[in-house]
């Protein structure tokens, strides 16, 4: 941060003091959120729907660089990884919790930040901010979300229900994200190795860096799939990257797929960068992790209906288990998919 | 740890193999449960009841210090700390939620002794484990729990709803938790400071220890208070300290209040330790914090119901929002309660 910006030590309003600071402009718009901060519970009402509840835990220098990382757009990466779980249950988010660990670095005026990313996210995608929790840490920012939905009986959508000849549906493109965040590592080291300070030049890359950086949940799919009825056989949403995550589906479905690589949606901004880095753009879209973009399985005669929903692509097919996982490359091979996706403890 | 203990590094295991070891031998007991971990999120059903939602970070170095933490205590405080807020709005606790950041230096031993406690707390309160995070920090352990439960429609309690002439109540006895907290600190350095690294004695004090490493919540009160069809005007329950919560009761109701020296609940254990380490034992009753006892109000002609709920003390009055909220000393002075409760921001 800029010495020329306000600087207040978070110690000057205290806890609540904080707490009040941050939520004191918060007003609930959903029906089912009956009071939010300032109790020892937020307390809902479904009316009788299910509730699906999610959570992610984001560890400064693990899961994200304040170096490249602006707070804003942090704090709403935060709700946004969220939310994408609730969508990926056919579910469609109404409360978040926010409970945030600050180390003493942190001023009223970088939580002000984090927190306008947080309510920004919040308002874009219509749920209210109902609790949480704030306190120190010795080190670092680590921040706690916890998500939840409601979704209609009948209409929740699980990973281990994907069944033989269904097809294989994406949303958006894949691998940008993970393109983003190499370009951030590069220039990061670039600038860290030159004693001038170089300054890092990321024109052009506005979209793989806003990939990584402010991603978004696709709400708009769910809404899309409900309009015409369609409730998927399967569903997750792309965190892990796209090999790992229909592993996932298939493994836990007790089924096996194919999927081909000529049918992989691909930004060409990715695809630029990636050759820039040699990097084998295909590897990144199906090893790349963070794309938060939807994956599910339909039923064969839903294809119609799938083609007429915008941003979709149809990239394979379930089989049965006795075949695994294969990757069709555009020469006819087949290749065993791999889960290489992130792995946070190694 | 002892080097003869077996350790396993956890990367053996990867962040997936992982989960499924700390969660493979969970079965769900709850009706509302209907899917648990495994899938992006979980899914419950409340068929029509009141939802609290409540969350909590525990952060190495702030709120536990694994010196003195037997890591196994700390899981089963991580689940407690949470359920109390549960309870402390008259609702039973059905699930919760358990992310973990952890540093290299934990090994799977480690993690299953910490998953023991949480369990052991999910089995003795009747709480299934439906979902998490796990992933890797920097440096230190943060346990992020979010905890639900249901209530019936109408007898949700909240902190901003007492009335003039209410009882106050609280159950249990104040300020072990932080005497416990005292000895455990005090022993600490005694050990740092002695060349010989002196073996802690603190036999006699393993109450005071029991509080502030393993407590309890007070889910007892609550079936009590059910029994007796006795809704609560008001209800907090103690985590910052008696004068703290009180003071939340009484500003967000706005009220005041007036508590008895003489009727303050304090164990005898808790006297002791507090006169050999100088310190008076109503300011810990008053200022230490993480007793999660429930401060509660009721209306006045329920005098003889709370009389007969075994373990809960009435310890003064609400009165109207003028005369602010008052210790009545012994010799009859009054003196201004101050919120000197924990400021983990400070």
Request: proline fraction near 3%.
């Amino acid at each position: 941060m800029s010495n020329k910006k306000k600087v207040t030590p978070l110690s000057d309003l205290g806890e609540f003091g904080l707490i009040n600071h941050l939520t004191g402009d918060i007003s609930l718009k959903n029906k089912s959120s009956l009071r939010g901060v300032g109790d020892d519970a937020a307390v809902l009402d479904y009316q009788g729907k299910k509730i699906v509840v999610t959570t992610d835990l984001l560890v400064e220098g693990i899961h994200f660089n304040l170096i490249y990382s602006p707070l804003k757009h942090l704090g709403y990466k935060a709700i946004v990884v969220n939310l994408s779980d609730v969508y990926a249950m056919n579910a469609i988010p109404k409360q978040v919790t926010v409970s945030l660990a600050i180390s003493g670095k942190f001023s009223l005026e970088a939580m002000d930040e984090l927190y306008g990313g947080v309510k920004l996210a919040c308002e874009n995608y219509g749920v209210d901010l109902v609790g949480g929790d704030t306190t120190s840490s010795v080190t670092g920012l680590t921040i706690s979300v916890t998500a939840l939905g409601e979704v209609d009986k009948g209409k929740t959508v699980y990973r281990n229900t994907a069944r033989v000849n269904d097809l294989i549906c994406v949303s958006g493109n894949l691998g940008a994200s993970y393109m983003g965040l190499q370009l951030l590592e590069r220039e990061r080291k670039l600038f860290e190795d030159s004693p001038q300070g170089i300054q890092p030049d990321l024109s052009g890359y506005e979209y793989l860096l806003s990939r990584q950086l402010k991603p978004e949940a696709r709400k708009d799919i769910i809404q899309s799939l409900q309009e015409k009825d369609l409730v998927p056989h399967s569903m997750i949403d792309l965190s892990d990257g796209l090999s790992s995550d229909l592993m996932h589906i298939c493994s836990q479905s007790g089924m096996g797929c194919r999927i081909f690589q000529d049918k992989i949606p691909i930004d060409p901004e990715t695809v630029r960068a990636a050759e820039e880095m040699n990097i084998d753009a295909f590897v990144c879209a199906l090893n790349g992790g963070e794309d938060y973009e939807l994956l599910f399985t339909v039923p064969l005669d839903k294809h119609d209906d799938i083609q007429k929903i915008s941003d979709v692509t149809m990239i394979g097919h379930v089989t049965d288990g006795d075949t695994g996982c294969k990757f069709v490359t555009d020469h006819g091979s087949e290749i065993e998919l791999q889960a290489q996706g992130w792995n946070s403890l190694e």
